[in-house]
């Protein structure tokens, strides 16, 4: 079975900051992609940032120049290093990953695989 353990949330004072980690294991398939989302209370889950395999980058507005995503491939592990964290950046953020398999018809199969999620509360 695939895991994914995530780990680095916590308390923290608003200009903070805070570095995510997340280690995935158990995947068959390789993984391409790899991100963080985050759910605050009454909000729905939404993207944060994301990184492939080849290391591409995409972040929500709300994060860009404040938070920076990186990857260890070797290790199937993303981090997610978050500065100047504002009130609205509490959240339990959830670590995801993406793998694929694909079939000599052409055809394929995408897996997609969450973590248990890490709480950051920013203390206001």
């Known amino acids: 079975q695939v895991q994914l353990v995530e780990s680095g949330g916590g308390l923290v004072q608003p200009g903070g900051s805070l570095r995510l980690s997340c280690a995935a294991s158990?995947?068959?398939?390789?993984?391409?992609?790899m991100g963080w989302y985050r759910q605050a209370p009454g909000k729905q889950r939404e993207l944060v940032a994301s990184i492939t395999s080849g290391g591409n980058t995409n972040y929500a507005d709300s994060v860009k120049g404040r938070f920076t995503i990186s990857r260890d491939n070797a290790k199937n592990t993303v981090y997610l290093q978050m500065n100047s964290l504002k009130p609205e950046d509490t959240a339990v953020y959830y670590c995801n990953a993406v793998a694929y398999r694909a079939y000599e018809s052409g055809e394929g199969d995408e897996y997609v695989y969450w973590g248990q999620g890490t709480q950051v509360t920013l203390s206001s």
């Open positions: 158990g995947s068959i398939y390789r993984i391409y992609t």
